[in-house]
Antibody, heavy 117, light 111 residues
Framework: EVRLLESGGGLVQPGGSLRLSCAAS????????MSWVRQAPETGLEWVST????????YYADSVKGRFTISRDNSKKTLYLQMNSLRAEDTAVYYC??????????WGQGTLVTVSS | QSALTQPRSVSGSPGQSVTVSCTGT?????????VSWYQQHPGKAPKLLIY???KGPSGVPDRFSGSKSGNTASLTISGLQAEDEADYYC???????????FGGGTKLTVL
């Protein structure tokens, strides 16, 4: 069974930083691209970033480009999202998701990030 | 404002069929057969229902089906059941530099 467990969320002040982690199990982590998708309170889903299986290529939404960095450690089966220069509009539940082809077939339960002073 | 347009809500009675539309552009829905649909119950993670426009993952009832015409994709749920009450999101690949776009979500109420 695929399991994705996010951690690292919390309350941070505007301009601050946070690093999210996603521990994966139940599949060959190093064989799949992984993504972060977020959901602001009472709103829809927004794709944030994707990293290829080897980590060689990364992709970002315009809204986070230059501020967020996605990475992975295949030996630890863990996905990361380093978030810098955080803004109020980054407040959301952040989900990690396993990408297959052009869709997301498995999702974690999410971790809440709140950016507020 | 979300990139893909969905109705905010739809409703139906048990046993009936409902269709949720998802309208994009010639750069996303119209350009690729990579539309996926996700179901989300309150406080839960999204769950994949349909991928590549009309393919269903194993374990998803065949009451859920997808289709596409031009820039509009659709999710049809037949034989509505109480447990189908949830939010539904469409998603389309959009190529570089946007990559993936989601709809704003549709709340399904089973009357």
């Amino acid at each position: 069974e695929v399991r994705l467990l996010e951690s690292g969320g919390g309350l941070v002040q505007p301009g601050g930083s946070l690093r999210l982690s996603c521990a994966a199990s139940g599949f060959t982590f190093s064989s799949y691209s992984m993504s972060w998708v977020r959901q602001a309170p009472e709103t829809g889903l927004e794709w944030v970033s994707t990293i290829t299986d080897s980590g060689a290529s990364t992709y970002y939404a315009d809204s986070v480009k230059g501020r967020f960095t996605i990475s992975r450690d295949n030996s630890k089966k863990t996905l990361y999202l380093q978030m810098n220069s955080l803004r109020a509009e980054d407040t959301a539940v952040y989900y990690c998701a396993k990408r297959v082809g052009f869709y997301f077939d498995s999702w974690g339960q999410g971790t809440l990030v709140t950016v507020s002073s | 404002q979300s990139a893909l347009t969905q109705p905010r809500s739809v409703s139906g009675s048990p046993g009936q069929s409902v269709t949720v539309s998802c309208t994009g552009t010639s750069s996303d829905v119209g350009a690729y057969n990579y539309v996926s649909w996700y179901q989300q119950h309150p406080g839960k993670a999204p769950k994949l229902l349909i991928y590549d426009v009309n393919k269903g993952p194993s374990g998803v009832p065949d009451r859920f089906s997808g289709s596409k015409s031009g820039n509009t994709a659709s999710l049809t749920i037949s034989g509505l059941q109480a447990e189908d009450e949830a939010d539904y999101y469409c998603c389309s690949h959009a190529g570089s530099p946007t990559y993936w776009v989601f709809g704003g979500g549709t709340k399904l109420t089973v009357l």
